[in-house]
């Protein structure tokens, strides 16, 4: 157990209908990271978040955004939901954005757009 | 376009055996590189996270060299056990703050 945890484990939705994955990081760990897994495809970074400012993006796409809360928790939000956007949403935390620091990974979100 | 490589795609091993995995990444601006190890269903879990050149690691059975002038690394199990079975990832820390994983060895100890 890392110290991470995500919900919903699970989530099945319609094309175009808009969903909310949560993520909790360990305690004390100031960044979060969240992470794209689809078929075929390697872990993606999509974006970090350090206490509580987007700090860093990567190939997130303009439908999806996200944030962190004053409580580090932080939601990423997904909306007008295409098939392609089925895949597993990992979220992982870390101490802060220093070089060097592990990131602790969540266990996953499995989304499953219909 | 940043490329994580790593090599081969997957290996299957008796027990017992020793093994090694490649993991190869840009030359250039290196921050760090981090070892994980995924089992099937379960998250990601870290291994090792390397900064130096000449770097080694080592956890148990499982250890990691670094060479970041020529952009690799290797990760090698001894005596690989059937519990070692997962699917190994490394990740090149690019710009100081985005990890790019290759797409990993997936790792089959046979008992």
Not at chain 1, 88 to 113: D, W
Not at chain 2, 16 to 40: M, V
Request: with cysteine; net charge neutral; aromatic share 12%.
């Amino acid at each position: 157990d890392s110290g991470v945890t995500q919900t919903p484990k699970h989530l099945i939705t319609a094309t175009g209908q808009r969903v909310t994955l949560r993520c909790s990081p360990r305690s004390g760990d100031l960044s979060v990271y969240w992470y794209q897994q689809s078929l075929d495809q390697g872990l993606q970074f999509l974006i970090q978040y350090y206490n509580g400012e987007e700090r860093a993006k990567g190939n997130i796409l303009e439908r999806f955004s996200a944030q962190q809360f004053p409580d580090l928790h932080s939601e990423l939000n997904l909306s007008s939901l295409e098939l392609g956007d089925s895949a597993l949403y990992f979220c992982a935390s870390s101490a802060g954005p220093q070089i060097g620091k592990t990131q602790y990974f969540g266990p996953g979100t499995r989304l499953l757009v219909l | 376009i940043l490329n994580v490589e790593q090599s081969p795609q997957s290996l299957h091993v008796q027990e017992g055996d020793s093994t090694n995995f490649t993991c190869s990444f840009p030359s250039s601006n290196f921050y760090a590189l981090h070892w994980y190890r995924w089992e099937t269903a379960k998250s990601p879990e870290a291994l090792f996270v390397m900064t130096l050149n000449g770097d080694e690691k080592k956890k148990g059975r499982i250890s990691a060299t670094l060479n970041t002038k020529e952009g690799y690394s290797y990760l090698y199990i001894k005596g690989s056990q059937p519990e070692d079975s997962a699917t190994y990832l490394c990740a090149f820390l690019y710009n100081t703050d985005k990890l790019i994983f290759g797409t990993g060895t997936r790792l089959q100890v046979f008992p």
